[in-house]
Every structure is written in C-alpha cells, then in structure tokens.
C-alpha cells in the first residue's frame, strides 16, 4: 500500500511539472529573417515589441557557416566580447526555454556580427494570467465627467493557474481512487 501511494505521489508531481511544459510561446529570433547580421533586423527592437515570459521558447535560426549563437553576460554583451561565454550554439537552429525570470543576453561570435549589431537582450518576466488583471469597474451615472474612463489595474493578490490546478487535483484524486480499489 505505501509503494502504491509513493508512486500516486510520483505521478501526481509528474503531472504538475508537464502539465506546466507546454504553456509558454515559441519566438524565432528576427522572425522571417532569423539571426543575419545583414542589418535586416534591429534585434533589440525586435525583442522590445515582445514580452516574454518563463517557459517561453526562442529559436534562433541561422546559417551555421557563417553564425553562431552565444549565451553572455550583461558586460560581455555591451562590449561584444565573444571570450568568455556562458554558452555556445553552432547548430543553426538553437532553441532556448526560458527558465527564470532575468535578462539573458545573447550575441553572434563571427567576428565583426555583434559590432554589426547580431545582438539581442531578452527580458523574462514571470508570466501574469489573464484572470489576474482586473476588469474595469463601470462607475455609477453622473460620477464620471464626460471625458473621462476607469482604467484597469492590476491585482496584486496571488494568482493560481485554474487550469493546472484542475488537471492537477483530477490526477490526484484518479491515484487515490485507485490505491484505495
């Protein structure tokens, strides 16, 4: 019976931890062009149009013979400095999850693509639900002047992914069901 339950637990944390797997967005750095150092792309302003979040996706796409792809830090990326990376990538199609919330700063070791511009700073940021932000509140007749509006704000009370915590809380009660019969 104790193994029974050791291993509804096993499960049970299996599933919280896939359930959380597929939820983030997949981004192709540069979009249709991909990593160039062409000048067909301002990465940064790419990356400032976009907000990412734990558990989202990057791939940067790029001809392995002429690019490269490395992970740096904020010092190495400001000075294009290709001697101490945190990480290298030569495949042509890297694909990066993003795991915690931070800047990751990412930059083309070619010689002369990071002066050229080959370089993006991506900010994560923990992901905010859409049940989390508030819904304007419609403020009674007449307590408003004409031109003005209630703004929404956001709530800065915790918030639970229903979803996860549903699939969660089923496949937990189908392992006790099933080591209780």
Request: aromatic fraction near 10%.
């Amino acid at each position: 019976m104790a193994l029974q339950n050791t291993i509804a637990l096993i499960f049970f944390v299996m599933m919280m931890v896939l359930s959380g797997v597929c939820l983030g967005d997949v981004y192709k750095v540069g979009d249709y062009d991909g990593w160039t150092s062409r000048g067909l792309v301002d990465y940064n302003k790419w990356a400032s149009t976009k907000e990412f979040h734990v558990g989202d996706t990057l791939i940067f796409a790029y001809n392995s013979q002429f690019h490269n792809l490395m992970q740096v830090t904020k010092q190495d990326f400001e000075s294009c400095n290709t001697t101490a990376a945190i990480a290298v990538y030569t495949s042509g199609s890297d694909t990066i999850t993003l795991k915690r919330p931070d800047h990751y700063y990412f930059l083309c070791g070619a010689p002369g693509h990071c002066q050229a511009g080959q370089k993006v700073d991506i900010k994560v940021t923990l992901p905010i639900p859409q049940s989390s932000l508030a819904s304007p509140n419609p403020a009674p007749q007449g307590s408003l002047p004409s031109d003005s509006h209630p703004s929404s704000t956001l709530s800065s009370a915790p918030t639970i992914y229903f979803s996860k915590l549903g699939l969660a809380v089923t496949t937990l009660v189908l392992c006790l069901l099933r080591a209780v019969f």
